[in-house]
């Protein structure tokens, strides 16, 4: 008679009882005669500790969860250059901040814009938070233009990008390429200069670029947040997204107020 032994560590005694229940030494394989025996044993085993199966589920899912964030901490350590110093990415906040705080987004992308204010809110809050913007248009052919026209504003000037940026994410519904346009032109951007820029190389490159690195790294999906080694997917609430700036900040740097 099997004894009752609950957990992970049940079913390695159970195999090995059962081994020696079916007359198989351990280091000799089976035959098919000494597999069905120690098949019925487990099976018996297991419909009267089912709780086991759920054991065993939830440590894989662990393990799973354990080896992502592993790979995922990898791939941002390996790209880290990438991430906070392209010269190509618009930065707002503190030019020297203890803290980046690197986001991906879609300007046709309903939660980047939910975001939008926990962003402001946040940059608020903490004075010495570096943000770094990644363009990545991945949801529409005018999110790519909004893109191309946003970095385009931005040679004009950094202001100019951040306020058209901003009103970009406060746009309803799906944007096209006359709304960009017309967004541009109410944030005070020199349209066809912008057009003239939007044909420039560089800006495509940039933001195909953007989208190699998303790949690289993991990110599937926007908005997407890097900070230091997490990455968080999805509108996140300022809370979540201090907790792991204050887990990124340098030990010696103390949490500042504006």
């Known amino acids: 008679m099997i004894e009752k032994t ?17 007359g198989t030494a351990q280091d000799s394989p089976p035959n098919a005669q000494q597999e069905e025996r120690m098949g019925e044993i487990l099976r018996t085993y297991l419909l009267k500790h089912p709780e086991i199966i759920d054991e ?5 899912r662990e393990r799973q969860a354990a080896e992502a964030t592993a790979k995922t901490a990898q791939a941002l350590k390996e790209h880290r250059d990438e991430l906070l110093a392209d010269p190509m990415s618009p930065v707002v906040g503190a030019p020297d901040g203890k803290v980046t705080v690197v986001e991906f987004f879609d300007y ?3 939660y980047c814009r939910a975001a939008g204010p926990t962003v402001t809110e946040l940059l608020q809050r903490n004075s010495d938070v570096r943000f770094v913007y990644k363009e990545f248009p991945t949801l529409a052919a005018s999110s790519r233009f909004a893109a191309q026209a946003a970095l385009a504003a931005r040679r004009q000037s950094p202001e100019l990008y951040t306020v058209f940026h901003d009103r970009l994410m406060k746009a309803t519904g799906r944007l096209d390429e006359d709304a960009v346009v017309q967004i541009a032109r109410e944030a005070g951007v020199d349209v066809d200069r912008m057009r003239a820029d939007m044909e420039d190389p560089a800006i495509n490159k940039s933001i195909d670029g953007n989208i190699e690195l998303a790949r690289a790294i993991g990110v ?10 997490a990455m968080l997917v999805g509108a996140k609430p300022l809370q979540q997204l201090e907790s792991a700036i204050a887990d990124a900040r340098p030990p010696s740097a103390s949490t500042p107020a504006r």
């Open 6 to 22: 609950i957990g992970l560590a049940g079913i390695t005694a159970v195999v090995l009882l059962a081994l020696a229940s079916a």
């Open 108 to 110: 046709n992308c309903p």
């Open 56 to 60: 065993a589920m939830q440590a894989r």
């Open 220 to 229: 599937t999906g926007t908005p997407t947040f890097i900070i230091g080694d």
